[in-house]
Structures are given as C-alpha cells and as structure tokens.
C-alpha cells in the first residue's frame, strides 16, 4: 500500500509558540490530504481537507486562524499549530489518498503527538 | 455518509478467526463499505474495502451481506499483533472525507 509519513512524530512545546507538522506521501502524488485530531481514548475527528494548490476547508468548530494548513505541493501538506495551548495537545493524523489496487483510497500517516506545556 | 453500529468490544482467541460485524442498514447503492484499524499510538491503517461483492486480501476478508445493510470483517488467523480498535466507514468515495464512529476494541488473547 501507499506510504504516508508525518513529522516529528513527538513535539514537545510552550504554551503561546507555534508547531510546524509535515505530512508527505512517499511514494505517490496526492491532490487531496486531510487532517485528523484524536484526543485521548477518543475517536478521530477530521480538522480540515487539504487541496494542493488551493485553500483547505475546514470542519466545523475548527478555527482556521490556529490550524494553518499549506499543501503546496502534490506530496506535502504542512499542518501550523499557531500560539499553541494546553488544550491544544492531541494526536494529529494525516491522510492522502493513494491507490489500493487500481482504486483510491485513504492512507494514514503514523501521527505526532503534540504536547504544549 | 451513511452511519455504521459496530459492537464496542470482542475478544478473540489467537490463532483462531475473528469476526467483526458492523451495520450500516441506511446505506446507498454508490456508498462504499471501508475497514480500518488503528493499533494504540499509531495512525489508522487501511485494510479493506468493497462496494457489492465479497473481498479478499492478504490482511482479511470482507463479506457484504446481499441487502448490503451489513457486513462482517474476517481476520483468518488472528494474532497478538491484531489488537487494536477496528473501525467500519461507509463512504462514497476515497476521496471523502471519512467519519470515524467508536469502533470496536478488539483484544486477542493467547
């Protein structure tokens, strides 16, 4: 299957700073990303969908002044956390989509751990 | 997209098969049946998918009832590696967005 990778895997920062998280797609192009949170022992919850070359769209509730989204090229989209708080910190996932035989589907990154101090 | 129920846990006896259910009774013709799995602290990962017919892969089986308003996830030899929490989406298409609803928790034990 398709390869999707996030970096870091693990931030660790202060509160009021503002966290950079890339998600590329290693081995396919990708139009389309998406952004996912997960709080603890919850499920995800999709943040925003990504377009390469256009603005993303965001979910309902999601501020996008905070969550910056940039996907500048078909295999990177960047995902900003600006002015970072404690409630902030949460599992972040990205997903593209890919190909699982000859039809598309959504390939999850590994995800980065956020935590604001 | 259609709504899935999915039990909230199951246990299972390595070696042995696991069978997932999952409803999705108000489903449409051109809605897809999506399986993921997410295993603790990591991101989901894609297992299988189908539209009408039966599918199989490497990782499971996927059978879709006739009505298509359910379906059952088929692990054949379950392992210890196979714990995780197993969600069923039904979506139109890959490129949607997908909704995540509780999954079921599935622990396999030795």
């Known amino acids: 299957g398709a390869v999707v990778s996030q970096h870091p895997s693990w931030v660790i920062c202060k509160s009021g700073t503002s966290v950079k998280i890339e998600c590329r797609s290693l081995?396919?192009?990708?139009?389309?990303m998406f952004w996912y949170r997960q709080f603890p022992k919850q499920s995800l919850m999709l943040m925003a969908t990504s377009n390469e070359g256009s603005k993303a769209t965001y979910e309902q509730g999601v501020e996008k002044d905070k969550f910056l989204i940039n996907h500048a090229s078909l295999t990177l989209s960047t995902l900003t956390v600006t002015s970072a708080h404690p409630e902030d910190s949460s599992f972040y996932i990205c997903s593209a989509i890919g190909l699982a035989g000859a039809e598309e589907t959504q390939y999850f990154g590994p995800g980065t751990r956020l935590l604001v101090l | 997209d259609a709504k899935t129920t999915q039990p909230p846990s199951m246990d299972c006896a390595e070696g042995r098969a696991a069978n997932l259910p999952c409803n999705h009774s108000?489903?449409?013709?051109?809605?897809?049946v999506y399986w993921y799995r997410q295993i603790h602290s990591q991101g989901p990962q894609y297992i299988i998918h189908?539209?009408?017919n039966n599918e199989t892969n490497e990782m499971a089986s996927l059978i879709i009832t006739e009505d298509r308003k359910s379906s059952t996830l088929i692990l054949p030899h379950a392992t210890l590696r196979d714990t995780a929490v197993y969600y069923c989406?039904?979506?139109?298409?890959?490129?949607?967005?997908?909704?995540f609803g509780g999954g079921t928790r599935v622990l396999v034990k030795p």
């Open positions: 989406i039904v979506s139109k298409a890959a490129g949607n967005k997908l909704t």
């Open positions: 081995d396919f192009q990708a139009t389309t």
């Open positions: 189908g539209l009408k």
């Open positions: 108000t489903i449409s013709g051109n809605e897809y």
